[in-house]
């Protein structure tokens, strides 16, 4: 049987407020990978690895549709911005720097889409920052997505992954099914309409650009991910 392992106490950094000490079961609950799923119906709390960031979902109930705000804090200050409502699930994954986020928002069960901030502490102390932000990279993997597909195909099922951190970029994975214009949604026996597509996005997170799409084959050989 395996246990985990005891928690270790480590002291906030010199000038931090104690916000942002995680409690054991806090600490435990967070993966060592950085990577946390937050659902919109749950109370969290994430801490950042270096512990000077603390990401907090509130839930809302009740309202037509969900909408849980969640908030980035500054432990050294204090100071607090909504970056974004949340509607159903998304992962966090925290750079290795601390000062790097990246938040994958799991609008529905086949599609997602990126809230990336390269240089939180710039953003978080603009003079207003803009709530969700949605970042250019997003709209530039669609783009160059749908221009490697073909102009003659609808997309559907369009998902984003994050792979890994490289230096001051990531990769991310992204799926996505096309079919003929004008055909329609996938009909029963006739699977053969719709198409799967696995590329890699080289991300510059300082500039929130894309690189780069690259073909499924080269995202697995040379940075082990996977569209699965």
Same mark, same amino acid.
């Given at each position: 049987?395996?246990?985990?392992?005891? #928690?270790?106490?480590?002291?906030?950094?010199? @000038?931090?407020?104690?916000?942002?000490?995680?409690?054991?079961?806090?600490?435990?609950?967070? +993966?060592?990978?950085?990577? $946390?799923?937050?659902? *919109?119906?749950?109370?969290?709390?994430?801490?950042?690895? $270096?512990?000077? =960031?603390?990401?907090?979902?509130?839930?809302?109930?009740? @309202? +037509?549709?969900?909408?849980?705000? !969640?908030?980035?804090?500054?432990?050294?200050?204090? %100071?607090?911005?909504?970056?974004? #409502?949340?509607?159903?699930?998304?992962?966090?994954? =925290?750079?290795?720097?601390? $000062?790097?986020?990246?938040?994958?928002?799991?609008?529905?069960?086949?599609?997602?889409?990126?809230?990336? =901030? @390269?240089?939180?502490?710039?953003?978080?102390?603009?003079? %207003?920052?803009? !709530?969700?932000? %949605?970042?250019?990279?997003?709209?530039?993997?669609?783009?160059?997505?749908?221009?490697?597909?073909?102009?003659?195909?609808?997309?559907?099922?369009?998902?984003?992954?994050?792979?890994? *951190?490289?230096?001051?970029?990531?990769?991310?994975?992204? #799926?996505?099914?096309?079919?003929?214009?004008?055909?329609?949604?996938?009909?029963?026996?006739?699977?053969?309409?719709?198409?799967?597509?696995?590329?890699?996005?080289?991300?510059?997170? %300082?500039? $929130?650009?894309?690189?780069?799409?690259?073909?499924?084959?080269?995202?697995?050989?040379?940075?082990?991910?996977?569209?699965?």
């Amino acid at each position: 049987m395996l246990f985990p392992a005891p #928690y270790v106490y480590v002291p906030p950094a010199p @000038g931090q407020s104690l916000a942002c000490s995680t409690s054991p079961t806090i600490a435990l609950a967070q +993966k060592e990978s950085g990577k $946390n799923h937050i659902n *919109w119906s749950e109370r969290e709390t994430l801490i950042s690895p $270096n512990r000077r =960031w603390k990401l907090d979902v509130f839930p809302v109930f009740g @309202g +037509k549709d969900n909408h849980s705000p !969640v908030q980035l804090t500054d432990c050294t200050d204090g %100071k607090t911005h909504t970056i974004m #409502y949340l509607e159903a699930d998304a992962d966090v994954h =925290w750079g290795p720097d601390s $000062n790097s986020l990246l938040i994958v928002d799991e609008q529905c069960s086949n599609c997602s889409d990126l809230l990336l =901030w @390269g240089d939180v502490e710039s953003r978080l102390h603009e003079e %207003k920052p803009k !709530v969700h932000a %949605k970042s250019q990279v997003a709209d530039e993997i669609l783009h160059a997505v749908e221009q490697r597909v073909g102009s003659d195909m609808d997309l559907f099922h369009y998902a984003v992954r994050f792979v890994s *951190w490289q230096g001051s970029g990531l990769i991310a994975s992204v #799926y996505v099914d096309s079919a003929k214009k004008n055909v329609g949604p996938p009909i029963a026996g006739h699977g053969d309409k719709v198409v799967g597509h696995c590329y890699g996005a080289v991300i510059d997170t %300082k500039e $929130n650009k894309l690189m780069e799409l690259i073909a499924g084959s080269k995202l697995r050989k040379e940075y082990g991910g996977s569209c699965e």
